[in-house]
């Protein structure tokens, strides 16, 4: 999957899930930049991406993302095979 795809609904799901329409979807983005990014608000968020990129997390990818460019690296390496 292109990158600029995965971008265009990761701002669709980070805009419903932390209500931030004017999100910027960038690979250096963190939870400390956004607004109303909490612990109920991040498992949301991943659950969203699962369920949106048809994809499982393990939970050692999960604590090793430290950024959204993280995050896209998993969710292309997931739908590329």
Not at 7 to 18: E, G, H, Q, R, W
């Amino acid at each position: 999957m292109e990158i600029t795809e995965i971008k265009t609904n990761l701002k669709a799901i980070f805009s419903k899930v932390f209500q931030a329409h004017d999100i910027e979807i960038t690979e250096s983005l963190t939870a400390d930049q956004v607004n109303k990014w909490d612990s109920l608000s991040h498992l949301t968020m991943i659950a969203e991406v699962e369920s949106t990129f048809g994809i499982k997390f393990k939970l050692k990818e999960l604590v090793g993302m430290k950024n959204v460019g993280d995050m896209i690296t998993l969710i292309q390496e997931k739908t590329s095979t």
